[in-house]
């Protein structure tokens, strides 16, 4: 029993801020991407000094990218009324090819988001490439459907995931983007202030 109780122990210490492993640095690459202004963004550069949670998605998405996307905005919502400060929030798009930034506004704006502390960002593709590859990202396109009227609808097989970046632009957790765990991502941000 007493064995059972120190590794109960370790387990709960190992989600605490400095237990929270670098599973990326960041630090010292930046990416130049454009946000739903069209507005320059040197990512994660902005955001230094700050947490940042960072949902990888595209618009054209029908069921996992909207799902990461709300679940960004109760994390948002919880933030917020728990009176955490210094937390930014991110959603990249992995598909420069439709996600200008007057796409990426739309898309913020059917959903009423708060972009007080939240950017939609895309880039060219080969910096969103490389994005995607140091965070981990996986995207492939998938099977595409042609309409009626002759217009293509497409989608991307991807990665699902949110990711916590701290202070010094490192990622120092990752979490499932369409089923997280809304607690527990707000616990590894408090853990990280």
Not at 144 to 166: A, C, K, L, M, P
Request: contains cysteine; glycine residues 6%.
């Amino acid at each position: 029993m007493k064995y059972l109780l120190f590794a109960f122990t370790l387990l709960m210490l190992a989600g605490c801020g400095d237990n929270l492993p670098v599973i990326e640095d960041f630090s010292g690459k930046s990416y130049e991407l454009i946000d739903q202004d069209s507005t320059a963004v040197i990512f994660p550069d902005y955001a230094k000094g700050k947490i940042l949670v960072t949902g990888f998605i595209f618009t054209n998405c029908p069921d996992i990218c909207p799902l990461t996307t709300n679940n960004l905005r109760l994390i948002q919502e919880e933030v917020k009324k728990e009176g955490i400060n210094g937390v930014e929030f991110a959603a990249i798009s992995f598909d420069p090819d439709v996600d200008k930034p007057h796409v990426l506004k739309k898309f913020a704006e059917v959903r009423n988001l708060d972009l007080s502390n939240w950017k939609f960002m895309t880039g060219d593709k080969e910096t969103i490439s490389a994005l995607m590859k140091q965070a981990g990202i996986m995207y492939a396109p998938g099977d595409s459907i042609v309409t009626g009227d002759g217009n293509t609808i497409y989608f991307y097989v991807h990665t699902d995931r949110i990711s916590i970046f701290d202070q010094e632009s490192k990622i120092r957790a990752n979490h499932l983007g369409s089923n997280a765990d809304i607690k527990k991502v707000v616990d590894d941000i408090k853990s990280l202030k």
